[in-house]
């Protein structure tokens, strides 16, 4: 078998595994290295990484070609991004799909890009998105398992991971890694590749997927599927069997315990073996026939040991069984048992823990499956009236010398255990909770949790528990289970102690599904649990950061946007142009922006709207598509609207405390030069717009971008040092002027000091009208700089990619940003030497001050989910105040 991407722990353990099997069958791991390249930011490599795949793939398969046993397919493991490339595969036109049967991707991002930053990126992402659907019915041979890492995974959100829903594609499984089995952790984004507990599933679903005939990975896309869910969704404790016997025969003698009461309690300290069956034909001391019914057993965590059960069946009808098990871990060497001429071998993983091999297809029993944790405990629920023919339970209770095992059995009817608890309102704001109090005689309650289905809601749930006596209890486990997706998290709390309980969705519930999350508490007897839940609004801004951080920079620069509209309205109607931050405080509304947006979201329901914006070849407006995946409520732009005032304000407070800073230490090494009004365009100027240009089309737009950037810098800080150099002088003289004007009405003075005196007087008018154009043109030159430097932070992905490259390839191919760039280099060259003088007598002054508005509205409506759209707005408002410098 041949795997490609992720080797170093998966090799690791899998050869560990190969020697438990004495090399009958054994994996060789390959991988791919794309030399870190920023492909989930810069998306101009991924089709080159694809062919390169491709390529690998082909020259992999030649090596093995005249082997016995010969492969012809790979098995792909993929971490991040390279999950995506992997699914692209079957975008290329030459490629054939029978070369991949299983994939499995780590933490990757499916549905749509972390930061969509370039064109190649989003285009890329649709193609790939576009052809799984479309060709959905050609892919059921392929099957694919997303792993997603959970709320610790910063990176990638795991609403990201899953894979779409598709009805003609029924191979492919999401899980959320707090969800698999023996893992139920979350991990961050790069702790995933080497999980133990998820590499070890990982090995353990492999081997169970080999065909014996062809010592490859079976071709059955539903055999491929069944190891997948035994694996990662839903582990019963023992090994995988394709074909579980349904009824087996059992001789020997057994001792009958009747169970009188709806709840049992059984310790033993035994030293025999049993199995677990449900008997369909018995005698008084023997049981002729049984079922296998370990199948609906369920792993959990816990401390302590094990539990099993035997009870009549007059005692279980209509009503539901709970069994909880818990079972001692075994460790180390070759153990062998023998039941019935059965052999059964236990061998040893390579973490040291043992892993059964039974040869007995209706093993239940945890001491033929040793368990990877130190402390888990099994859970049977069976609804008994689908097993009516049922006469007796039989519960095997696993052989240890010295060991003492305590059962819990309980009978109850279902509704007497499900209760409902509606959650609380969001605009709650925590001050309100809903609590509901439960007095525990048994082992398991159902707390369903009402209205709570959507993406922005988020609780606290506190679980209080109090029991009558002190003694020593099993702990208590408290899972909350989402019926719509696999992202199901346990926590694992001591009796009596207050447990808290962080309640979020990856994913908001589907439209045609009407289930209910639930808190499974599986509870301790004689103890009291009461329930409290409240709205955190820590966390409803955590999840509208976590579903929205990627889409603050269009707040943000729309803000700015904003106050550089308002400056110019200022600057038309008063002749002065105001300071940044008192501009962002009037103008930076939402309600300028949001109501048309929401209207527009509202009239594409119509069809002859939808109609009319389609012929005008308008793109969809990214609010609706967020809407269309439930990843949108009418207040999360309000509020990322107010992120982004406040992120703005702080952002140009700083900046202006950096040039105050600049131009303190320039003003102590350097003397400043006078205010003097620059040209517009020099042929010096000329000739370094014109290299810039050249810059950028032969290497890199981004980097050409960036020296402009620091070179508009420069001036601003130079304009900056001269201002105040001229300021400083100015109230010198004024206070110098005033002391003269006190002295000259207590002495005579001179004919000639008068006339000297009159030159001056008649300057000063003059002077301060310069020192306040200066004053003008330097506030605009900071808002100006304040929009440019989300430019360059927004293209720096695509710099950083092509510094990594350089020594590969002096031009970045293909460039995201080169044309814009050339716009760019040339509408800031002029601006930087432009003042507020010329622009205040432009016709187009108007214009100009108006156009930041729709522009602003526009960048919030198709900018969310393309950030490259974002330079593009700017751009063509700069433009205008260009033209203002010459019209």
Request: hydrophobic letters at 45%.
């Amino acid at each position: 078998m041949w795997f490609l991407f992720l080797v170093r722990s998966l090799g690791s353990i899998a050869l560990r595994k190969a020697e438990d099997v004495d090399f009958k069958y054994h994996f060789n791991f390959f991988s791919v290295n794309f030399n870190e390249e920023l492909v989930a930011l810069y998306g101009g490599s991924l089709q080159r990484q694809t062919k390169f795949v491709h390529e690998c793939i082909k020259v992999i398969l030649k090596l093995y070609r005249d082997r016995e046993f010969a492969p012809s397919s790979v098995a792909i493991v993929g971490h991040s991004m390279g999950g995506l490339v992997a699914r692209a595969l079957l975008t290329l036109k030459n490629f054939k799909p029978e070369l991949i049967n299983l994939l499995i991707t780590q933490a990757t991002p499916h549905v749509a890009p972390v930061m969509p930053l370039d064109k190649y990126l989003t285009d890329f992402y649709t193609a790939v998105n576009n052809h799984w659907i479309l060709k959905a019915q050609d892919l059921r041979n392929l099957t694919t398992l997303s792993v997603a890492g959970g709320f610790r995974d910063y990176q990638v959100r795991s609403g990201l991971a899953f894979l779409p829903r598709l009805s003609q594609h029924d191979s492919a499984l999401s899980v959320v890694s707090s969800a698999v089995p023996r893992a139920w952790a979350s991990t961050d984004h790069l702790s995933i590749v080497w999980c133990k507990e998820l590499i070890l599933a990982t090995i353990r679903a492999f081997f169970d997927l080999i065909d014996e005939n062809t010592r490859q990975i079976t071709e059955d896309p539903k055999k491929r599927m069944s190891v997948l869910n035994h694996h990662f969704v839903r582990h019963p404790a023992k090994m995988f069997e394709e074909n579980p016997e349904a009824f087996t025969n059992l001789t020997g003698a057994f001792m009958w315990i009747t169970v009188k009461g709806s709840k049992w309690t059984y310790s033993v300290y035994n030293d025999t073996s049993s199995w677990i069956f449900g008997c369909m034909n018995t005698n008084s001391s023997m049981c002729l026939e049984a079922a296998d019914l370990s199948w609906r057993a369920e792993l959990l965590p816990t401390t302590k040991v094990s539990v099993y059960l035997t009870c009549r069946r007059e005692r279980c009808f209509r009503g539901w069984l709970q069994v909880i098990g818990e079972g001692a871990v075994l460790l180390g060497a070759l153990e062998q048992a023998v039941f019935h001429g059965k052999r059964v071998q236990e061998g040893t993983t390579g973490t040291g823990k043992g892993q059964a091999k039974s040869m007995f297809s209706n093993d239940f029993s945890s001491s033929f499956f040793p368990f990877l944790f130190s402390s888990l405990f099994k859970v049977v629920m069976l609804k008994l009236v689908d097993y009516p023919s049922l006469s007796h339970i039989v519960i095997q209770v696993p052989p240890a010398v010295g060991n003492k095992y305590t059962l819990g059995c309980e009978f109850f009817k279902e509704d007497s255990r499900t209760v409902q608890l509606p959650v609380t309102h969001l605009f709650s704001f925590g001050l309100s909770s809903n609590k509901i109090l439960l007095n525990s005689t048994g082992l398991l309650y159902n707390v369903q949790l009402q209205h709570f289905n959507q993406i922005y809601q988020a609780f606290k749930i506190y679980i209080d528990s109090h029991c009558q006596s002190l003694r020593e209890r099993k702990p208590s486990v408290y899972r909350l289970h989402i019926p719509w997706s696999y992202e199901d998290s346990i926590t694992v709390a001591k009796v009596p102690s207050l447990a808290e309980i962080s309640a979020r969705l990856h994913i908001a519930q589907p439209p045609n599904d009407s289930s209910m999350p639930e808190l499974n508490i599986y509870s301790s007897p004689d103890c009291q649990y009461e329930v409290i839940l409240k709205t955190s609004l820590l966390q409803v801004l955590g999840q509208i950061v976590r579903f929205h951080a990627g889409a603050f920079p269009v707040y943000i620069v729309s803000n700015i946007l904003l106050t550089y509209g308002g400056q110019l309205s200022t600057l038309r109607s008063t002749g002065q142009c105001s300071d940044f931050s008192l501009e962002l405080v009037r103008t930076a509304k939402p309600y300028k922006v949001e109501p048309l947006i929401s209207i527009v979201v509202f009239l594409q329901g119509f069809n002859w709207f939808r109609e009319i914006w389609e012929s005008l070849s308008l793109p969809e407006v990214d609010a609706a598509v967020l809407s269309s995946q439930d990843a949108w409520f009418p207040l999360v732009s309000l509020i990322l609207f107010l992120f982004g005032t406040g992120i703005a304000y702080w952002s140009g407070i700083f900046f202006s405390t950096s040039l105050r800073l600049f131009s303190s230490l320039w003003l102590i090494l350097i003397r400043p030069t006078e205010l003097q009004k620059d040209k517009l365009i020099t042929p010096r100027r000329l000739c370094g717009m014109v290299s810039l240009a050249l810059v950028s089309w032969t290497t890199c737009g981004a980097f050409a971008v960036l020296i402009i950037y620091l070179q508009y810098l420069f001036k601003v800080v130079k304009l900056h040092v001269t201002v105040r150099a001229e300021q400083n002088m100015h109230n010198r003289d004024s206070g110098h002027s005033k002391e003269t004007s006190q002295n000259s009405s207590t002495h005579t003075v001179k004919a000639q000091s008068s006339v000297d005196s009159i030159p001056e007087a008649t300057q000063s008018p003059s002077n301060s009208r310069t020192l306040a154009e200066a004053v003008n043109s330097l506030k605009m030159h900071i808002t100006i700089l304040n929009l440019f430097t989300w430019i360059v932070l927004l293209n720096l992905p695509s710099l950083i990619y092509w510094l990594k490259n350089l020594r590969y390839n002096i031009r970045l191919d293909p460039d995201p940003c080169r044309s814009t760039a050339v716009i760019l280099i040339c509408i800031l060259e002029i601006l930087m030497n432009s003042s507020t003088s010329e622009v205040k007598s432009s016709k187009l002054l108007k214009i100009a001050a108006k156009v930041p508005l729709p522009l602003s509205v526009a960048m919030l409506a198709f900018g969310r989910m393309h950030l490259y759209r974002v330079p593009h707005f700017v751009t063509f408002s700069l433009l205008l105040h260009v033209l203002c410098c010459f019209v």
